[in-house]
Nanobody
Framework: QLQLVESGGGLVQPGGSLRLSCTAS????????IGWFRQVPGKEREGVSC????????NHADSVKGRFTTSRDNAKNMAYLQMDSLKPEDTAVYYC????????????????????WGQGTQVTVSS
């Protein structure tokens, strides 16, 4: 069974940090670009960060630049989203997704490009 599973979400105070993990099973994550997306109830899902197959290229939404970083460990079939300096507006359900990259050593946050999606993990930033 092909699936992605996110973990690491939870409740954190403003200014705090969380690290989300994305674990793939049933397929080799190392052949895919990985994207992180988030969604707030009543709003469209938005792209947060992505990482190329090799891990050498990342892109981030303007709203998280300088605060979020993404990485991957292809040997473990996992990816990570490190979230620092969290703000209440970062509260959302976070999803990881995998799919063919737009080109060698590239990634982008075009949602239709991603074939596999996790079930999401809740991140709540509140005092």
């Amino acid at each position: 069974q092909l699936q992605l599973v996110e973990s690491g979400g939870g409740l954190v105070q403003p200014g705090g940090s969380l690290r989300l993990s994305c674990t793939a099973s049933g397929f080799t994550l190392g052949y895919s670009a990985i994207g992180w997306f988030r969604q707030v109830p009543g709003k469209e899902r938005e792209g947060v960060s992505c990482i190329s197959i090799s891990g050498g290229r990342t892109n981030h939404a303007d709203s998280v630049k300088g605060r979020f970083t993404t990485s991957r460990d292809n040997a473990k079939n996992m990816a990570y989203l490190q979230m620092d300096s969290l703000k209440p507006e970062d509260t959302a359900v976070y999803y990881c997704a995998a799919g063919p990259p737009p080109g060698l050593s590239l990634c982008d946050l075009t949602q239709r490009r991603y074939d596999y999606w996790g079930q999401g993990t809740q991140v709540t930033v509140s005092s």
